[in-house]
Nanobody
Framework: QVQLVESGGGLVQAGGSLRLSCAAS????????MGWFRQAPGKEREFVAA????????AYADSVKGRFTISRDNAKRTMYLQMNGLKPEDTAVYYC??????????????????WGQGTQVTVSS
């Protein structure tokens, strides 16, 4: 079993920055890809970014490319999402997830087995 806990969300003005963290505990973290997803009110959960194990490969949604950066510190069992140039449309609950079937990047939420509880990000205009 894996437990994932997100932190770092909050309220920020448009153009500002936040860094989300996802701390993993439990039986496994190593060797598996991880990702970030988000869900805005009334919308489907959508892919944001993913990172392979041990971290050489990444993928991003077109809407966040050039603004968000995903990374992981395997020694600390923690994944990060640095979000710069935030826009009101980035407002959502952000979830981290772990894909225990592969170490490669995948972008479908169906591929991920373990999920955190989510952290709210609100961007004011």
């Amino acid at each position: 079993q894996v437990q994932l806990v997100e932190s770092g969300g909050g309220l920020v003005q448009a153009g500002g920055s936040l860094r989300l963290s996802c701390a993993a505990s439990g039986r496994t973290f190593s060797f598996y890809a991880m990702g970030w997803f988000r869900q805005a009110p009334g919308k489907e959960r959508e892919f944001v970014a993913a990172i392979s194990w041990p971290g050489a490969n990444t993928a991003y949604a077109d809407s966040v490319k050039g603004r968000f950066t995903i990374s992981r510190d395997n020694a600390k069992r923690t994944m990060y999402l640095q979000m710069n140039g935030l826009k009101p449309e980035d407002t959502a609950v952000y979830y981290c997830a772990l894909d225990r079937l592969t170490n490669q990047v995948r972008m479908s939420s169906d591929a991920f087995d373990y999920w955190g509880q989510g952290t709210q990000v609100t961007v004011s205009s």
